[in-house]
């Protein structure tokens, strides 16, 4: 999922939490990259092979 826009807000809450990564530096300057996309598994149910895949992680809750 592209979370672009919240890349900033994901790089505040990494700086806050400093133990959270080993590689401070390399973050700050890749950050772009590194925190750009979320990847999410749907368990249940279970994804129909047939179907689109989401784009959406609240497609059908609204």
Known sequence: MDVRPYVETKLRAVRAHRSQTDF???LE???ADLLSTEYFKRV?????????????LLTGLR
């Open 44 to 56: 249940l149910p279970q994804p129909d092979p047939e179907e689109q895949m989401e784009h959406d």
């Open 24 to 26: 401070p530096g390399e």
């Open 29 to 31: 300057e890749n950050a």
